[in-house]
């Protein structure tokens, strides 16, 4: 790993002056980043992917949607169009990404747009959803043309951004101190028996600035859902074939392994649209695997992509899960930061 992070170093340097000067000019006030009158929290990193900033809107939609009118702004990454698009019943995944597609799925009474033009598309769903009190803008804390009312950043415990190099020979999309632009800083996928010392001395690490807070969330994982009609039940002697398009598959195979008799992976890139050619690769791995009890199990978000008719006929009586994921905070954050999102939103809106 440092020979790679060596051996690329040279073009970090290239990207990091870029992104500097990029910077540098928002600083200074050449470039002009707008802010909105209207509450917008954007959740966001420093990092390419991997920290799990879905089910943490999610959380947030969970924590609002009672209360307020939420709506959803993405880029729709990796999506076959273009442009503004707001979500409705006959979106597909191709129309509008996977991770929007995810939540428009899960929270019907929520409108989800995408666009990567965000100065854009705010106005734009604002337009089109008049009633919307609060927007969660994802993954839009590089986007320095807007300006959100709430920054928020999430940092993976087992890659803590301050511990990271700038990409390509690390997985920085910015340099280190762009940490200070945001309010809120969650360090996510915790242990669940992380300790008060362990996280003092992350706090004392990161340095947060005056008036930044900083939490600590976890995974929590539901029972399987099975993605088409089987009459299979998974019990602790199953053997399973995992397959994922996640920018980090570490935490779920580890899950898995403490549940099932063994786990074989296949660990596709982020945001992967499954072929004929790529689900043929995956039930040659399946058939491989020498036990009469076994399935495969995938994401959540890749779940999605695989709810097709024809995707359902090449799987045939294939045995298929998906595992529902979502966060939690530590007793000693939960309060803390439900109130602080719940007072932003509130205050906004008066």
Same mark, same amino acid.
């Given at each position: 790993m440092l020979f790679m992070r060596i051996i690329l170093f040279p073009f970090s340097i290239f990207y990091a002056l870029g992104i500097g000067i990029r910077n540098l000019l928002y600083k200074t006030g050449i470039y002009q980043s707008i802010q909105f009158d209207f509450p917008i929290i954007c959740i966001g990193n420093l990092s390419f992917g991997g920290t799990g900033k879905t089910p943490h809107i999610e959380y947030l939609i969970n924590l609002l949607n009672s209360k307020y009118k939420v709506a959803v702004l993405s880029r729709g990454y990796r999506r076959k169009t273009k442009g503004y698009i707001l979500s409705? @019943?006959?979106?597909?995944?191709?129309? *509008?990404?996977?991770?929007?597609?995810?939540?428009?799925?899960?929270?019907?009474?929520?409108? &989800?747009?995408?666009?990567? @033009? /965000?100065?854009?598309?705010?106005?734009?769903?604002?337009?089109? %959803?008049?009633?919307?009190?609060?927007?969660?803008?994802?993954?839009?804390? +590089?986007?320095?043309?807007?300006?959100?009312? #709430?920054? *928020? =950043?999430?940092?993976?415990?087992? /890659? #803590?951004? !301050?511990?990271?190099?700038?990409?390509?020979?690390?997985?920085?999309?910015?340099? /280190?101190?762009?940490?200070?632009?945001?309010?809120? =800083?969650? &360090?996510?996928?915790?242990? =669940?028996?992380?300790?008060? %010392? +362990?996280?003092?001395? =992350?706090?004392?690490?990161?340095?947060? *600035?005056?008036?930044?807070? *900083? !939490?600590?969330?976890?995974? #929590?994982?539901?029972?399987?859902?099975a993605l088409y009609q089987t009459e299979i039940i998974p019990n602790k002697e199953t053997e399973v074939l995992l397959f994922a398009g996640i920018a980090n598959i570490q935490s779920l195979e580890e899950h898995l392994k403490k549940n099932f008799k063994s786990v074989k992976s296949i660990h596709f890139a982020d945001h992967k649209f499954y072929s004929e050619i790529v689900i043929d690769e995956i039930l040659q791995k399946f058939n491989s695997i020498n036990s009469s009890n076994k399935i495969i199990i995938t994401t959540e978000k890749d779940a999605v992509k695989l709810r097709d008719s024809h995707i359902e006929s090449l799987f045939k009586n294939v045995p298929i899960f998906y595992q529902p994921m979502k966060i939690n905070f530590f007793e000693q954050d939960h309060s803390s930061f439900n109130t602080i999102i719940l007072n932003y939103v509130n205050q906004s809106n008066n």
């Open positions: 409705d @019943n006959s979106s597909t995944v191709e129309q *509008i990404g996977d991770e929007p597609f995810q939540i428009k799925n899960k929270f019907n009474n929520v409108a &989800v747009a995408v666009c990567e @033009n /965000r100065v854009l598309g705010v106005p734009n769903l604002l337009a089109d %959803e008049p009633e919307t009190n609060v927007i969660l803008m994802d993954d839009g804390f +590089q986007h320095r043309a807007i300006k959100a009312g #709430l920054n *928020i =950043i999430l940092t993976d415990y087992s /890659r #803590l951004f !301050y511990r990271d190099w700038i990409a390509p020979s690390g997985m920085l999309r910015e340099f /280190r101190i762009a940490y200070k632009r945001a309010q809120i =800083i969650i &360090v996510t996928k915790c242990p =669940i028996n992380i300790t008060d %010392e +362990q996280r003092a001395n =992350i706090i004392k690490e990161i340095s947060p *600035i005056d008036g930044q807070n *900083i !939490y600590f969330s976890y995974q #929590l994982y539901d029972e399987l859902t």
